[in-house]
């Protein structure tokens, strides 16, 4: 079973690609809805969260501003919230990869944002990139979270920069074409990779 890391940052079009590769029938595992399933109301991340920010967490349900305001207040705090998620999103990837690979499942997709930060790219075979201009990807980001453009490009400059993700990755999607012409980059992808 071939499996592929799909990542990008923020405002690239990683849902986009991702749907793609599912509409081709190719199984997707996805990182951020894993990371919400586990913030989920009784979820299994909320104990060891309100061990950390105990007024984040009332009745088993995540205030997610109060964590974020605790995070931008609290140096460090970040890591260890990182040190409860990763690895209950690296068990669900596990399970995910074993069910499929139980199933003979040709190829799979990993859809995991930040793929290298964590060194998740030593899980794949092939690791996809997707990518726009900056001008592109800030504009996205605005519009999507409702932000001037300027606090756009703060947000994106948190990121790994994507001049460094394109020397990492085996194959960089250009995003910043039309639909049509992203469609046609991933359909040749996935024919290449499940030949």
């Not at 950390?52 to 109060?66: S, Y």
């Not at 999103?89 to 399970?95: M, S």
């Amino acid at each position: 079973m071939k499996v592929v890391g799909l990542t990008g940052g923020m405002g690239m079009g990683k849902s986009t690609v991702a749907s793609m590769f599912r509409q081709a029938g190719v199984p997707v595992f996805d990182a951020d809805a894993t990371v919400r399933q586990l913030q989920a109301d009784n979820g299994p991340a909320l104990g060891p969260i309100a061990e950390l920010v105990p007024q984040a967490v009332t009745n088993g349900h995540l205030d997610r501003a109060v964590l974020r305001r605790a995070v931008a207040e609290t140096p460090g705090l970040l890591r260890q919230l990182e040190a409860i998620l990763h690895p209950m999103v690296r068990a669900a990837r596990q399970a995910f990869l074993t069910r499929h690979r139980r199933q003979g499942a040709r190829c799979v997709l990993l859809d995991i944002p930040l793929l290298f930060e964590t060194g998740s790219q030593r899980a794949c075979d092939h690791v996809l990139l997707v990518s726009a201009p900056p001008r592109l990807q800030a504009e996205r980001v605005a519009r999507r979270r409702g932000l001037p453009k300027a606090e756009a490009r703060r947000l994106m400059a948190r990121q790994m920069p994507d001049a460094r993700k394109r020397r990492l990755a085996d194959t960089v999607i250009d995003t910043g074409v039309t639909l049509g012409a992203t469609q046609r980059q991933v359909r040749s992808l996935i024919k290449a990779l499940k030949a």
